[in-house]
């Protein structure tokens, strides 16, 4: 009885571990390597902008993408790739980092952090911090964006 009583305890101690993780630390196999996957795209869809690749965008954004900045403007793929190519910006980097993904079926809403550093056209340093949130949905076994909001977070005052 006392060894039914630990087997019972074991179990439900591992049980109540399982159920307590976080979506992170349960991500394992398929879940995984769709978040490496994602990883990547979005590694290379910032990394478009630094090299002025619009065929990345190309790629990555589904034909009916749509996109809302903080300035309240909206575009679609088509904008979104020609905004790219008019950019005479040289950037330095653009980064995305702190990307928390949620998983859902066929589609995928990921929220994320980007610091970019650039020169505009006057030559002028610049730096940015954004906060965004990209909605991809698997279509014909590859992963396609198909909204995106971009914020950007205001730089603290000097002291």
């Not at 790219?84 to 040289?90: F, G, R």
């Not at 928390?100 to 952090?113: A, E, L, Q």
């Not at 340093?125 to 949130?133: I, M, P, V």
């Amino acid at each position: 009885m006392k060894r039914l009583s630990a087997v019972t305890v074991l179990i439900l101690t591992v049980a109540w571990f399982a159920a307590s993780q976080t979506t992170e630390q349960k991500l394992t196999g398929k879940n995984l390597k769709i978040k490496q996957e994602l990883i990547k795209l979005e590694e290379e869809w910032h990394n478009a902008y630094v090299r002025h690749d619009a065929e990345v965008l190309e790629r990555i954004l589904a034909d009916d993408y749509i996109a809302v900045y903080s300035n309240g403007k909206s575009v679609d793929k088509a904008q979104s790739i020609e905004d790219l190519k008019a950019d005479k910006s040289i950037y330095d980097y653009s980064t995305p980092y702190d990307m928390d993904i949620r998983f859902y079926d066929n589609t995928v809403v990921i929220i994320g952090r980007t610091k970019d550093k650039w020169k505009n056209q006057k030559g002028e340093d610049l730096t940015a911090e954004y906060r965004w949130t990209d909605v991809f949905v698997k279509r014909n076994g590859r992963w396609r964006c198909v909204a995106a909001q971009v914020v950007r977070i205001p730089t603290p005052p000097k002291s």
